[in-house]
């Protein structure tokens, strides 16, 4: 087998992967990933035990039992660059052997769940909502520089998209991809169910004007015209189809479920979540117990 050299797959001192400082020991099957380093004490609060922690810039890891099941929460910071890293290492803590730089003969399959903050594109999905995922559209193009077959994406919808969206060309190709049917099933109960476009940035990307205007002014009405398998585009966010898109070819389960905090359709927004968010929190580890 070939051993991946120090400069590709890079560890710390410690032999763990260099930016999740993590082993696969110290990692679960079952991850949340989060944005907010802080938001992973929350876990800690929750947790009956704790079996690992590590900090390292604004990924928190932490790995514990909650009703008897092993979970690891960890942030990712924000954006498709740092869910690049993360995804990557996550992966490679599972499935490469680090002391022999080689992939491990058997593969292990890992159920990420994001759970984070979006912002509604319509009116009838309000402030303290939650959305689940059923596909992602990569406004991001970080998929484009993996090789990927159609197969392991939905291209037909993708294509459909662009038919829709008539993006300058410019622009990186959007990709579309579903999340886990199994894991999305299991939150079904208490979600709004829709598809969620990922955008590259916070301001124009998602349609903001601040001081420099958006080279595409309706970005966010198109977004919200666009409809497959009878979902809409529900929300709009920074980190979901790169989940999606490399746990397709890593072979895992994602899946995000979003509480929106912002409406960007009537102009609203929700400054104090704390609670909505331990909620959800709860409610979805249940669901993986």
Request: net charge negative; aromatic share 6%.
């Amino acid at each position: 087998m070939n051993e991946l050299k120090s400069s590709e797959l890079v560890l710390a001192p410690s032999g763990s992967l260099y930016h999740i400082n993590m082993t696969g020991e110290q990692l679960a099957d079952d991850i949340f990933l989060v944005g907010d380093p802080n938001r992973v004490n929350m876990f800690k609060t929750l947790f009956d035990s704790i079996e690992f922690e590590s900090q390292n810039r604004e990924i928190h890891s932490l790995t514990g039992r909650y009703k008897g099941h092993r979970f690891t929460a960890l942030s990712t910071g924000m954006g498709c660059d740092n869910i690049d890293i993360v995804v990557t290492e996550l992966d490679a803590a599972a499935n490469i052997d680090l002391a022999s730089r080689t992939v491990k003969a058997e593969h292990r399959t890992l159920n990420m769940v994001r759970i984070g903050t979006s912002g509604s594109l319509h009116s009838d999905i309000p402030v303290g909502s939650l959305v689940a995922s059923a596909y992602a559209i990569g406004l991001d193009g970080l998929l484009n520089y993996y090789q990927h077959d159609d197969s392991q994406l939905d291209e037909p919808m993708a294509q459909a998209f662009e038919r829709h969206m008539q993006l300058p060309s410019r622009m990186a190709r959007p990709y579309c991809v579903a999340g886990s049917p199994t894991l999305l099933q299991r939150v079904a109960p208490f979600t709004r169910q829709g598809i969620t476009a990922t955008a590259p940035g916070f301001y124009a990307p998602q349609g903001r004007n601040i001081r420099i205007a958006p080279s595409i002014s309706d970005l966010n009405e198109k977004l919200a015209t666009f409809s497959w398998n009878n979902l809409k585009v529900t929300n709009l966010e920074m980190e979901t189809s790169a989940i999606y898109g490399l746990s397709a070819l890593m072979g895992h389960n994602a899946l995000t479920v979003c509480l929106i905090i912002a409406n960007r359709a009537d102009g609203t927004f929700l400054n104090s979540y704390h609670d909505q968010m331990r909620d959800a929190i709860v409610r979805i580890m249940d669901t993986m117990v």
